[in-house]
């Protein structure tokens, strides 16, 4: 693009063709600011857009995550009365639905009356990446429901829709399509990858790695993570390794993730060796994500002070989530010096998690500090939100269940309180005892 805007600014005349390719060459480099501030020179020229110039700016809006310059767009298209043709408004469905505009990318999309296999996927990406898993599950049987067959986008979002609410039957199911009616490649690959290790089959998502022959960084980082968060740390650090023989060099994901594993393990002295090893023989300078997962993983093995050092060694501001995972550490070992240190760095920080707000609540009640309990409790009302209720969900036999805490709307609510209780009195009776100074005072 650099020789082809060099030619471009010497022309001495520069017609809408010439204008439209250089904005439509950006948006397909990944250079959608770019394209953007050439749109606006083109304006400054006299020059109106066509259809193909719009798709491009808003191909490049959706990149950039402009919203006001996408309503600019559109309303611009509807002044000059510019035919609302098909590819026109699917990229304004993609554009609204990347944005998080997903009201305005379905009122564009009911009003369609030629949607393709692109309009579709486009909407259930936009569904199922701002976490409505529900809407593009439903949004994908009623593709399929007007004889669209599904694509490859649409596909890996079903996937990540699954992975999301744990819809592990659905997630097989949409396993099976794939590999019917399409090539296992590595886009779809990772995401069953993912999808597996998020639905808790672990052993499913290694199965599926082992099937793609070209493996690139994304599905090894995928794999890693995979294994950590089931607490399978020295699995992960074996894969790391396997990579490594095979030429591919690891990248801050990839320690983010073998980092996070050594945490969910209890891995300190790996933890330790390997975030050494990453700055000294990778180059990879720590970013806040691995001082998190490093402190997380000090602070919950008990070397709360070590973690503390760590922290004060940055050579960046750390953050929220790193003084949270201290402070949790501190709140689980009873390091309250430190912790009413970390709670104080923290409320300076103005956090408006109610949950971190609870957290620093039983900090200092543990410690026995009754005024700094209430100072809290008052921050936390002045918030003016209420903490989000726990929930989790589960699948039985190829049904979705929900669970809300304090709700007793579950049609079988009866029988799990009967199980529960005879599960506890029989725990007991092995000689469990609650740990009742963890229960958030909440």
């Known amino acids: 693009m650099e020789k082809a805007l060099g030619v471009f600014e010497e022309m001495p005349n520069r017609d809408l063709v010439v204008w439209t390719t250089v904005i439509t060459g950006f948006v397909s480099v990944g250079k959608p600011a770019e394209a953007i ?155 069953i990858i993912d999808m597996y290790s998020k639905c808790g089959s672990p052993a499913s998502a290694r199965a599926v790695f082992d099937r793609i022959s070209s493996r690139d960084l994304i599905s090894w980082n995928v794999i890693i993570a995979s294994y950590g968060v089931h607490g399978c ?106 912790g009413e240190i970390v709670a104080e760095k923290i409320l300076e920080l103005n956090p408006s998690d109610l949950g971190i707000h609870a957290l620093i609540s039983n900090v200092y009640a543990a410690a026995r500090k009754w005024d700094k309990v209430a100072e809290v409790r008052l921050a936390m009302r002045n918030l003016g939100t209420r903490k989000v209720p726990g929930c989790s969900s589960l699948e039985v036999n190829g049904k979705f269940h929900g669970f809300l805490m304090e709700d007793k709307n579950h049609p079988d609510y009866e029988k799990i309180m009967q199980m529960l209780e005879r599960l506890n009195c029989e725990t007991r009776k092995l000689g469990y005892v609650p740990r009742t100074e963890f229960v958030y005072h909440d």
């Open 37 to 191: 501030d050439v749109y606006r020179k083109m304006r400054v020229d006299g020059l109106d857009g066509d259809e193909i110039v719009m798709v491009g700016l808003a191909q490049a809006c959706a990149g950039t995550g402009d919203t006001m310059m996408g309503l600019s767009v559109h309303g611009r298209m509807i002044r000059l009365g510019m035919r609302m043709g098909v590819l026109v408004e699917t990229s304004l469905v993609d554009m609204y639905a990347k944005n998080g505009l997903l009201g305005l990318a379905h009122f564009i999309f009911d009003r369609m009356k030629g949607k393709n296999i692109v309009t579709w996927s486009a909407l259930i990406s936009g569904y199922a990446h701002i976490g409505f898993a529900t809407e593009a599950l439903a949004m994908l049987v009623e593709m399929q429901d007007c004889r669209f067959e599904p694509d490859c986008v649409a596909l890996v979002s079903a996937l990540l829709a699954c992975s999301q609410i744990g819809f592990l039957k659905l997630g097989k199911s949409v396993h099976g399509f794939i590999v019917r009616r399409c090539d296992l490649e590595k886009i779809s690959g990772t995401a």
């Open 233 to 338: 740390g020295r699995e992960s650090l074996s894969l790391f390794l396997e990579m490594k023989e095979t030429g591919i060099q690891p990248d801050d994901a990839t320690f983010a993730s073998l980092l996070s594993a050594f945490s969910h393990s209890g891995l300190v002295n790996e933890g330790r060796y390997w975030f050494g090893l990453m700055v000294s023989e990778f180059g990879i300078e720590p970013e806040e994500k691995h001082y998190a997962c490093m402190v997380d993983l000090l602070a919950r093995a008990g070397h709360v002070d070590e973690a503390y050092e760590l922290i004060k060694s940055m050579v960046i501001e750390p953050g929220i989530a790193v003084w949270v995972a201290l402070l949790s550490g501190c709140h689980n070992h009873k390091k309250f010096k430190v």
